[in-house]
């Protein structure tokens, strides 16, 4: 007959009556009730047709391409980016966009073009010969929008700053974006 180690042949007495302890503790005629559902608070009410980048809930309005707040005003964009803004009415709006082409941008690659969609459908298309900070305050066919719907703004540039090490690809600066009625002045 094989011998076990001196270790394992007996257990220490008080671990038995731990457990012995433990089990005859359970009783089957305890209510077990789950935990409270939590609430987790969150906007149900649809995007607006305006955002400011500042703004507290401005990533909501983020489908892409645009990064994180820096000196509480300004992000910057990708080559790429995605806004998604919502409009109840489509007659009589303007797109209005304050925005930048930093230095950075052009001294890497030369003059810019920026192409902006709405809804996948090209609307405009800018160069910009120099850095600088620029706006854009134009009416909008309402042809091109959705009411009552989520609309698309594209932003596009064609010669983004690439990416190195961790810093990502940098197209350029937005400040403020997003449909306006036309009376509305800045």
């Keep these: 007959m094989a011998r076990l180690p001196t270790n394992i042949r007996f257990l ?13 503790g359970c ?11 939590q609430q987790i608070p969150y906007k149900t009410e649809p995007f607006g047709p305006f955002v400011h980048m500042n703004d507290p809930e401005a ?18 964009a990708a080559g790429r980016a995605v ?16 925005f930048a082409v930093p230095h950075e941008v052009t001294a890497h690659s030369g003059p810019v073009r920026l192409t902006i969609l709405i809804n996948d459908k090209k609307w405009e298309e800018i160069s910009y010969d120099k850095d600088g900070i620029y706006e854009i ?5 309402s042809k091109l929008l959705k009411p009552e719907a989520d609309n698309l703004v594209t932003l596009e540039i064609d010669k983004p700053w690439p990416g190195e ?17 036309l009376a509305l002045e800045r």
Excluded: C
């Design 83 to 98: 806004l998604r803004l919502h409009l109840k009415e489509t007659r009589d709006l303007k797109y209005a966009m304050t």
């Design 59 to 76: 990533a909501r309005y983020f489908v892409s391409g645009v990064y994180g707040l820096e000196s509480n005003a300004w992000r910057w």
């Design 137 to 141: 305050d134009k009416p909008v066919a």
């Design 165 to 181: 090490g961790a810093r990502q690809e940098r197209g350029f600066i937005l400040v403020r974006a997003g449909f306006l009625p």
């Design 27 to 37: 009783r089957g005629d305890v209510v077990v009730h789950p935990p409270e559902q």
């Design 12 to 24: 220490p007495s008080a671990l038995v009556w731990t457990a012995l302890a433990l089990l005859s």
